[in-house]
């Protein structure tokens, strides 16, 4: 609900266990008053200031909801451009709102220049989670040009310091997170490098004395694939503010006169605990986000060859393969790289599309075939935003790609990047795929990006510093244009595994690929992080052959992993023993049995790799019926044998049934998570897949 108090200009977002309040004050400036846990209404009002000085002002002291550069304002702004007369400052004053029962905008005008900035807010039923973003009007004859563009600012209400949880991850090492304490001055997360990628997440998550059930935790999501930006600071009076949008680094956009822009949106939200944070983001982005053909649907266990084969495939040792995925239980089965143009390595062929004759002689449509009479969907890689110089689209359009004339263009796995903010480049690429999935039975995607952009602009002249906002539109629109036309095919964000997975994409994309890095226990640090603010549904998981010298991951050990994702099948079945492959029978029908608890089911974390040795992850049905919870252990020291573990999320008075290391027991809710049962760590990898299920 949205209430509104017109005579004093405050504005109210009630969500289930929240309030975010902001208001008016008596210039016109807009004011933040209140997040987190709700008040009484009729108490919130706007704090009057009242000891300016020549060195502390006042605006340098207001929390705000959006702030405008210029005037006696030092700090971090959201917004700065320069008007037709060179004037950078912008004074903007409120003008009116608009708002229904779930939908709130608030309009501002700069008290000279013709520009106006638009407020926006939504609310959504049974939902903590409120979208922000930000919409500005050039009302003008003459151009407005932005040097900053965010979509939202937050202050939070501690004067005592907050502590970050971001990432720093690379490849391989996905996801790896950061605790952050922000005592003074500035601390800041970005890309650069043209797209969101594995280093930094476009987020943010202040909490304070948190822990996974208790503690205030602030947090906020930039739903956005280009160069983001998460800039937070704490003054010396003890406030802290963060802003996130599109980064403001190698950034300008020009408004033409009667034209506006929306800024890409954010999604937030505050909850008691990292726990609830995970929840409230899961269900919302399933609900809400996720492009809806599949958003509902539970994702199919797959196989990918990319490790077995790499780029060596061809149609018999594919087919081959495919039968061995076939029995194990495999629904959907993936061709990687190297099924194209004259790839044979990474040197060649990205950017022609056309099946390779000498590896398919037989044309796509045979193997097609064979997967299907096996009774598996069939899908496909494509990198299509990629051109290798080797590449006959290469030898006819070079101008295709990001580059200066002057300056050699840098090649990154021999390959370059296609200049998606032309016209003439999204057309060949939407053909391109469009021509694929309406000639062949394709029900899969795999969309990558295996490197960052450079040397940008050189033909996309007109807005040449907006490049990383119109590329990311650009595939977005692709996406969504593909989706509509082949409503039956899913398509996965892979980004050379983790590097664009961002809830902008997860707002096209139907899942990512998450790291390339399989090493199950990478991989417990990893999917965490992963799964702070995304869907786990998303995240595709894969069982690969990587069992590492130093640990000795059982195939059992791997499976539990994997399973706590979307469940892939990665290693090379034809190396595989009977034995193996009734395990990977075994595993992946446990799987089809609890994939609705664990794709749509809310996650309980509740002992970690890192701090507790073992990691102990529970998912657990909406209807609090059907649990499941997933033991690994990344191995124990000091003797210790037997540790304690209690549930979490069941209902209290409801019996349940599990059967553990042989014992089976039926208690209550009440029990299993408040006393809970004794376990036997029998040594390092230990794992177990613990069902539970009400009586
Ligand atoms: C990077 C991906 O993450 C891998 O899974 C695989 O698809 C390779 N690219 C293929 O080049």
């Not at 495939?313 to 495999?330: C, D, F, M, P, S």
């Not at 894969?542 to 469940?567: E, H, Y």
Request: charged share 25%.
């Amino acid at each position: 609900m949205i209430k509104i108090n017109k005579e004093n200009y405050l504005f109210i977002l009630e969500t289930p266990n929240t309030h975010y309040v902001f208001g008016i004050d008596d210039a016109g400036c807009n004011r933040h008053i209140h997040w987190g846990r709700k008040c009484p209404a009729d108490d919130y009002s706007i704090c009057i200031g009242s000891d300016e000085s020549s060195n502390n002002t006042m605006l340098d002291e207001y929390k705000q909801e959006y702030t405008p550069f210029g005037l006696t304002m030092y700090r971090e702004c959201d917004i700065k451009a320069q008007f037709s007369d060179q004037c950078r400052e912008i004074q903007l004053a409120y003008c009116d709102y608009a708002a229904d029962d779930s939908s709130l905008s608030v309009r501002f005008k700069d008290t000279h220049y013709p520009l106006e900035v638009v407020l926006n807010y939504r609310i959504f039923p049974h939902s903590d989670i409120i979208q922000r973003w930000t919409t500005v009007r050039n009302t003008g004859e003459t151009e407005i040009r932005f040097e900053r563009l965010f979509s939202a600012q937050f202050s939070l209400p501690s004067t005592k310091p907050y502590t970050f949880r971001n990432t720093n991850g690379a490849w391989g090492g996905e996801f790896v997170e950061t605790a952050t304490r922000l005592e003074g001055g500035y601390a800041m997360w970005d890309s650069r490098k043209g797209a969101t990628n594995h280093g930094h997440s476009p987020h943010f998550i202040a909490a304070q004395n948190a822990d996974e059930n208790t503690g205030d935790v602030y947090f906020a999501s930039l739903a956005y694939s280009g160069n983001f930006k998460v800039s937070a600071s704490r003054d010396s009076f003890g406030i802290t503010r963060i802003a996130l949008g599109m980064n403001d680094f190698d950034f300008s956009h020009t408004l033409l006169a009667g034209e506006s822009f929306d800024t890409p949106p954010v999604y937030c939200g505050y909850t008691q605990g990292y726990g609830e944070m995970t929840r409230q983001m899961n269900r919302f982005v399933t609900e809400h986000l996720l492009p809806k053909q599949f958003a509902q649907t539970p994702l199919p266990v797959l196989y990918n060859s990319w490790e077995a084969t790499g780029f060596d495939v061809n149609e018999a040792q594919q087919i081959e393969l495919a039968k061995i995925a076939a029995q194990i239980g495999v629904e959907l089965f993936v061709m990687d790289d190297g099924w194209f143009g004259q790839r044979k390595d990474d040197h060649a062929g990205l950017g022609d599309w056309y099946v390779n004759p000498e590896k398919f002689p037989n044309g796509l449509d045979a193997l097609i075939q064979a997967v299907n009479e096996l009774g598996m969907d069939f899908g496909l890689w494509i990198e299509p935003e990629m051109v290798n110089k080797d590449s006959d689209l290469y030898r006819a359009h070079p101008e295709w790609t990001y580059h200066y004339r002057h300056r050699d263009a840098c090649e990154l796995r021999n390959q370059l990047v296609l200049n998606m903010t032309r016209k003439d480049v999204q057309d060949y690429i939407f053909t391109t795929l469009d021509t694929l999935l309406t000639k062949h039975n394709i029900k899969y995607i795999k969309w990558d990006m295996n490197r960052p952009f450079s040397q940008t602009g050189a033909e996309n002249l007109e807005d040449p510093k907006m490049y990383s906002y119109l590329h990311t539109k650009a595939v977005y629109d692709i996406v969504d244009k593909l989706k509509e036309r082949h409503p039956g095919t899913a398509i996965e964000s892979c980004a050379s595994g983790g590097g664009r997975c961002d809830l902008g994409a997860l707002s096209h994309f139907d899942q990512a690929w998450t790291s390339d890095n399989t090493d199950a226990i990478d991989r417990l640090a990893i999917q965490k992080g992963y799964a702070l603010l995304r869907p786990t549904k998303t995240m595709r998981a894969w069982v690969t052959d990587i069992s590492g010298i130093n640990k000795p991951c059982s195939l059992d050990f791997r499976f539990a992993v994997a399973m706590q994702g979307a469940l892939g099948i990665g290693g090379n079945l034809s190396h595989y023993s009977s034995t193996d492959l009734e395990i990977c029978k075994k595993n992946i029908g446990l799987y089809k049995q609890i994939r609705s608890i664990v794709q749509f089911g809310d996650l309980y974390r509740l002992l970690d790799h890192d701090t507790d040795e073992v990691s102990l992850n529970q998912y657990v049905s909406a209807d609090k019926k059907e649990s499941v919870a997933f033991l690994t252990a990344r191995g124990t020291r000091f003797y210790k044998k037997k540790i304690p573990i209690c549930f979490g999320g069941l209902d209290e008075n409801t019996r349940y049934t599990l059967t553990f290391q042989g014992q089976t027991y039926k208690k209550s809710g009440a029990y299993l998570m408040n006393v809970g049962i004794a376990v036997h760590i029998r040594g390092a990898y230990y794992n177990e897949v613990i069902l539970i299920q009400a009586l």
